[in-house]
């Protein structure tokens, strides 16, 4: 199975400011790599695809690169609406695996 | 705007059996593939199970090989899970989750909609 490892795990942030996510691989996943965007006692939001894609309806602000075993996701600006927890998701290869979450917080 | 709605969480014992449904709206369901992806407060999020539009490809995570059962009746538009011999380590939320295509291929294995989620706690 391929591991996914997200970091940081926590991450506390003020509105305004910019921030990075990491997601790596245990293998190359070439670009096959989704980000979600999950609040508390909701379901998982798709943000990104194809690791770069932006799902349409969401905001430019975020932001995704990478490949093969390593993606950043960015947002730029920090809303009060995105302190939420972040997931990356490989499909690759079965079985789909996610990343731990980072959950970006208010500092 | 597609929607998905989960049913069928609840309490049940160890060695139990459940079905959760997911209806689903807004979108022609017979077009696309389906899952099913479970969170727990330890585990994070867990792929599960995924079913092809027409039914006839389904594929499963080793931790429930041989006790789910994933299917569909595109005629309802509804999405079912059957769990059996249930065990402690399969509590968790259940969502289910619409692909973008009609098989996970292609690069569309990745969910642009999710249902709400049913809980499942198995407990004695």
């Known amino acids: 199975d391929i591991q996914m490892t997200q970091s940081p795990s926590t991450l506390s942030a003020s509105v305004g400011d910019g921030v990075s996510i990491t997601c790596r691989a245990s293998q190359s996943i070439s670009r096959w790599l989704a980000w979600y965007q999950q609040k508390p006692g909701k379901a998982p939001k798709l943000l990104i695809y194809k690791a770069s894609s932006l799902e349409s309806g969401v905001s430019s602000r975020f932001s995704g690169s990478g490949s093969g075993t390593e993606f950043t996701l960015t947002i730029s600006s920090l809303q009060p609406d995105d302190f939420a927890t972040y997931y990356c998701q490989q499909y690759n290869s079965f079985p789909l695996t996610f990343g731990g979450g980072t959950k970006v917080e208010i500092k | 705007e597609a929607q998905l709605l989960e049913s069928g969480g609840g309490l049940v014992q160890p060695g139990g059996s459940l079905r959760l449904s997911c209806v689903a709206s807004g979108f022609t369901f017979s077009n696309y593939a389906m899952s099913w992806v479970r969170q727990t407060p330890g585990k994070g999020l867990e792929w599960v199970s995924q079913i092809t539009n027409g039914g006839s490809g389904t594929q499963y995570a080793d931790s429930v090989k041989g006790r789910f059962t994933i299917s569909r009746d595109n005629s309802k538009g509804t999405l079912y899970l059957q769990m059996s011999s249930l065990r402690a380590e399969d509590t968790a939320v259940y969502y289910c989750?619409?692909?973008?295509?009609?098989?996970?291929?292609?690069?569309?294995?990745?969910?642009?909609?999710w249902g709400q989620g049913t809980l499942v706690t198995v407990s004695s």
């Open positions: 989750a619409k692909y973008l295509a009609g098989s996970c291929g292609g690069g569309y294995c990745y969910s642009d909609y």
